[in-house]
């Protein structure tokens, strides 16, 4: 049987995602378990979420491919609206999973 975060790990790597920022929390143990199996995509572990989107946001302003940033539930998602903010502004492809 095929896991939800098994398809989610698929689509970003048709999508080209390389790395993934972010810190690990309880409620996304399933999403890295699925990167830990990836062949395609490395997690980068941030010290807080809020760096985590601004990192991705600057890889999509580097690549042009879409940075990608993970956090947990409440408190973390919370912090990643600086970092959509800044690539909002700069039009950086950017995308947030929370």
């Known amino acids: 049987m095929i896991k939800g975060s098994d398809r989610v790990v698929a689509v970003l790597e048709r999508m080209?995602?390389?790395?993934?920022?972010?810190?690990?929390?309880?409620?996304?143990?399933?999403?890295?378990?699925?990167?830990?199996?990836?062949?395609?995509?490395?997690?980068?572990?941030?010290?807080?979420?809020?760096?985590?989107?601004?990192?991705?946001?600057?890889?999509?302003?580097?690549?042009?491919?879409?940075?990608?940033?993970l956090a947990t539930c409440g408190p973390g998602a919370l912090n990643f609206p600086n970092g959509a903010e800044y690539a909002h502004l700069g039009g950086f492809p950017l995308v947030m999973i929370a």
């Open 16 to 69: 080209g995602a390389a790395r993934i920022y972010g810190v690990p929390g309880e409620e996304i143990l399933d999403i890295m378990e699925s990167l830990r199996k990836s062949k395609k995509i490395k997690f980068v572990p941030t010290r807080t979420e809020w760096g985590a989107a601004l990192m991705a946001a600057t890889e999509g302003r580097l690549t042009g491919r879409p940075g990608v940033s």
